[in-house]
């Protein structure tokens, strides 16, 4: 006799016990706390904040060490932590003009007003593992000097001043919002930066590599990337003027690109955008190139059919929260489904035979 | 966090997708955008239906969840959890106490009456995604009740199989205007899509749709002339409680690959059971 | 600030607006049918109904347009504090409130695109009496026939004319309420036909 699989619930039960001992590993190791991972996993921490769309080290820290390190599940977890969050108000647009750069550099000039600051880099590390960490991972202070304070000018605007460059006009325009609103074609460019500096890091870098090899090829210099804090401020419509609520660091990258104009504009420089939560250049980067390949049609330029240049295929596939839970729905029971294609194809083979067998006499 | 509100979305959420709900409503079968939440669980397993249930639970409520047709599937037992947790909501299996009901894949055997609400999961709202991936052009062809495409991929199935090749998420054309896809439920389910007394809400998600049929409304199968729409099950009886109009799971019972068939909505075996029907595979 | 501004909201926000949202549901689901509807407490000129409606489904997300004796301190008022809706014209509107009479002509409201037909206004009317007579509905959500008391017939044929694109209606009365969905076909009661055939 048969009895059907039951006590869901139990097995449910019993998959989260299990999961929350993994989880803590051998016991006889020291639990990590919230603070070691926001201070010594911090790019991990960087991640989840930016592509979870909240920011919050902790949090995102928290959300790391619940997920067993796996990034994807952290930023899932602060998102629908986000999602439950009052909204009191919108903060003034950020000024990266004014940012406290902890890193600041240029591809397309050697010098400039400022000078180039490396800052916390891997760049030009030798990556060859540090077996000194695996004892002992104490670090001898770096040399440090005072902050650059007050306005740092953007690169592109060297080149505005000549007119090589395109213009960046002043908007107002308030941008969509792609957690309230749903997410509507054709996306115009703000909506479409809101979608890139959530979306997925690897899926981003890839598009924006392709872009490299050919497939929408943009020619792009790193114009400038900076790394700092800016001050958040928000408007109190009680006090009449905006105060300062908080600070964050972001990513700042803009990229410089080739472009040898169309009916309408002269040959000049263009541009591509990217702006990050956190200390997360690879993404910023990335994003900057697939912006500047999105822009293909308000440039005039070909689209020559590359995945960088369609808007819907980038923006749709771009959140590793809706694709990595689609993907994984189909760990779901589909049993019915497949109940019912079952049938079918034993119908059509049975048919197909049938057809055979009275060819075969024929 | 300590506190969630009554089923778990803040109220201005529940605003947006009760607007939502009621514009599908009036225009039935057309896909209402709306500004889809994340949810505590992932993209994918219900968190369109779970948001359409949370719009719609009163605490006077008694819910209902399946997962191909049973209650005790992990998914349908996960979101029966969440909502006796958020809502604090009696629950049931049996399909005729329900007054909400939340599904995947299955419509239960049992006609629902009016007064019940019927929530679909739905994964891909549109019914045209696989002929045309892009959601600018799909949206222009239900503008223009442009469906030939559609018409022409199902001819294209009975010229090389000599039959419609679709077995599940079969589109339907509702009030003779949208065509609407039925999410992922048998074609054998599809006839009790139209003119059904309860109220039947479909929420996606990932896919930021919602779409509704309200009570009475007419839904029609796509087919031709020549090769009128089939609703098909296994053609067997159920190896437990015998009935024959029900539908069917085959299950692989032995290392030799025998088989045994039983229904898929367990409430319903179960119910006929009690009441002395008796299969051939029943002890 | 007026003591009544502050109070007549749902008692518990949640729960309240939930029941609320099932008898909107209810009603729009199937036309024709009257719901109750309790638990707010607006000034009039709004009805318990009408107020309940609005707590349930505005908030800064939906403009509103107040017509005729709507347009009062007193409902603007109550629904700035409870809904924080913002005040538009017909042509702008997501909600428009009102009398039959006040809120025509039907032609400036948002009956929505092509594309989008859900991006149209919903008229609440507030009616002086809500029964079951004078006009014949059938379509969706409608088993048989239906009938209603409506203010009139060609307004509603002619908006059914435009579907899926066109207006749909709530109507409110004390306590209780009804709805007419764009895709009602209404037409005049056949006993009230004879009745006016009879007067002519
Ligand atoms: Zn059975």
């Known amino acids: 006799m048969y009895v059907a699989v039951k006590g869901g619930e139990r097995a449910i039960e019993n998959a989260h016990a299990w999961l929350a001992e993994e989880r803590r590993g051998n016991t006889d190791i020291a639990e990590l706390s919230i603070a070691q991972i926001r201070e010594q996993l911090s790019l991990a921490v960087n991640r989840v904040m930016a592509e979870g769309s909240l920011y919050d080290p902790d949090l995102a820290a928290l959300a790391i060490k619940q997920a067993r390190g796996d990034l994807i599940e952290a930023i899932f977890l602060i998102r629908a932590y986000r999602t439950t969050l009052p909204r009191f108000g919108a903060s003034e647009p950020v000024d990266t003009g004014i940012m406290a750069c902890d890193r600041r550099i240029s591809a397309t000039f050697k010098d400039l007003p400022g000078g180039q600051v490396l800052g916390p880099t891997f760049d030009y590390t030798h990556r060859l593992l540090d077996f000194k960490l695996a004892a002992d991972g104490e670090v001898p202070k770096a040399p440090s000097r005072d902050a650059e304070t007050g306005n740092v000018p953007h690169v592109t605007e060297f080149l505005n001043r000549e007119g090589l460059i395109e213009e960046a006009p002043h908007d107002d325009t308030p941008p969509p919002d792609l957690t309230r609103e749903p997410l509507e074609m054709p996306a115009d460019r703000a909506l479409r930066l809101q979608a890139l500096t959530r979306a997925d890091e690897g899926f981003t870098l890839g598009l924006a590599y392709s872009t490299q090899r050919g497939y929408g090829r943009n020619h792009a210099f790193v114009g400038e990337l900076r790394i700092g804090s800016v001050p958040v401020e928000m408007d109190i419509p009680e006090l009449g003027f905006a105060v300062e609520i908080g600070e964050v660091i972001l990513t700042e990258c803009e990229t410089v690109n080739q472009f040898t104009g169309s009916k309408t504009e002269p040959p000049q420089f263009t541009r591509g955008y990217g702006l990050v939560f956190g200390q997360t250049e690879r993404k910023a980067i990335s994003m900057a190139l697939v912006d500047r390949a999105l822009r293909w049609e308000e440039l005039g330029e070909d689209n020559v059919g590359a995945p960088a240049q369609d808007a819907e295929f980038v923006l749709y596939h771009a959140d590793n929260i809706q694709a990595t839970g689609f993907l994984e729905h189909i760990k779901l029971p589909h049993y019915v489904d497949f109940q019912s294609e079952l049938e079918l194809v034993r119908k059509l083979r049975r048919e197909a035979g049938a057809q055979q067998v009275q060819e075969a006499a024929e | 966090m300590t506190e969630y509100n009554f089923a778990y979305l803040d109220e201005q959420t529940k605003r947006m997708i009760r607007r939502a709900i009621l514009k599908g409503l009036a225009i039935p079968g057309y896909q209402v955008p709306f500004a889809s939440r994340e949810m505590p669980m992932p993209y994918g397993w219900g968190t369109g239906g779970v948001q359409v249930s949370a719009a719609v639970l009163t605490p006077k409520d008694t819910f209902k969840v399946i997962d191909q047709g049973a209650d005790d599937t992990t998914n349908a037992v996960s979101i029966r959890t969440f909502f006796q947790r958020t809502a604090g909501v009696a629950t049931t299996t049996a399909t005729s106490d329900a007054t909400v009901i939340q599904t995947r894949h299955r419509i239960p055997e049992e006609p629902l009456h009016e007064g019940q609400i019927l929530v679909y999961q739905v994964p891909i709202p549109e019914p045209l995604r696989f002929l045309e991936p892009r959601e600018s052009e799909t949206r222009k062809m239900h503008s223009l009740e442009e469906y030939?495409?559609?018409?022409?991929?199902?001819?294209?199935?009975?010229?090389?199989?000599?039959?419609?090749?679709?077995?599940?998420?079969?589109?339907?054309?509702?009030?003779?205007?949208?065509?609407?896809?039925?999410?992922?439920?048998?074609?054998?389910?599809?006839?009790?899509?139209?003119?059904?007394?309860?109220?039947?809400?479909?929420?996606?998600?990932?896919?930021?749709?919602?779409?509704?049929?309200?009570?009475?409304?007419?839904?029609?199968?796509?087919?031709?002339?020549?090769?009128?729409?089939?609703?098909?099950?296994?053609?067997?009886?159920?190896?437990?409680?015998?009935?024959?109009?029900?539908?069917?799971?085959?299950?692989?019972?032995?290392?030799?690959?025998?088989?045994?068939?039983?229904?898929?909505?367990?409430?319903?075996c179960e119910a006929r059971q009690a009441t002395g029907h008796k299969g051939k595979d029943a002890a | 600030m007026q003591a009544n501004t502050l109070s007549g909201g749902f008692a518990d926000p949640a729960v309240?607006?939930?029941?609320?949202?099932?008898?909107?549901?209810?009603?729009?689901?199937?036309?024709?049918?009257?719901?109750?509807?309790?638990?707010?407490?607006?000034?009039?000129?709004?009805?318990?109904?009408?107020?309940?409606?609005?707590?349930?489904?505005?908030?800064?997300?939906?403009?509103i347009y107040l017509a005729g004796d709507m347009d009062c301190d007193a409902a603007r008022a109550w629904l700035a504090f409870h809904t924080g809706a913002p005040f538009v014209g017909p042509a702008h509107c997501m909600f428009a409130v009102g009398k039959w009479d006040a809120l025509a002509p039907l032609a400036v409201y948002p009956i929505g695109t092509s594309e989008y037909p859900d991006r149209s206004a919903t008229l609440i009317v507030e009616?002086?009496?809500?029964?079951?007579?004078?006009?014949?509905?059938?379509?969706?959500?409608?088993?048989?026939?239906?009938?209603?008391?409506?203010?009139?017939?060609?307004?509603?044929?002619?908006?059914?004319?435009?579907?899926?694109?066109?207006?749909?209606?709530?109507?409110?009365?004390?306590e209780r309420l009804a709805a007419l969905p764009r895709s009602t076909e209404v037409s005049r009661s056949s006993s009230e036909a004879i009745a006016q055939v009879g007067a002519s």
């Open chain 3, 127 to 174: 009616c002086s009496e809500l029964a079951a007579s004078s006009a014949t509905l059938t379509g969706p959500g409608i088993k048989d026939q239906a009938t209603l008391s409506l203010p009139e017939v060609e307004a509603f044929q002619a908006n059914r004319t435009l579907f899926p694109l066109g207006l749909d209606f709530i109507f409110t009365c004390g």
């Open chain 3, 16 to 63: 309240g607006s939930a029941h609320a949202f099932r008898s909107v549901m209810e009603a729009m689901a199937r036309p024709g049918t009257i719901q109750d509807i309790e638990g707010a407490a607006p000034p009039a000129p709004l009805s318990p109904a009408m107020g309940a409606v609005l707590l349930t489904l505005c908030d800064t997300e939906t403009p």
């Open chain 2, 148 to 268: 030939g495409l559609m018409h022409v991929k199902l001819y294209e199935d009975i010229s090389r199989h000599g039959h419609i090749a679709t077995s599940y998420a079969y589109p339907v054309k509702v009030e003779g205007r949208y065509v609407m896809d039925p999410s992922p439920i048998p074609k054998f389910d599809n006839p009790k899509l139209g003119d059904m007394a309860a109220i039947q809400l479909f929420g996606a998600g990932r896919e930021q749709r919602i779409y509704a049929l309200p009570p009475y409304t007419q839904v029609v199968s796509l087919d031709f002339e020549d090769h009128p729409f089939e609703a098909s099950k296994a053609d067997h009886p159920c190896g437990m409680c015998g009935a024959t109009d029900s539908y069917l799971d085959e299950l692989i019972i032995d290392d030799l690959g025998g088989r045994m068939f039983v229904c898929s909505d367990s409430d319903y």
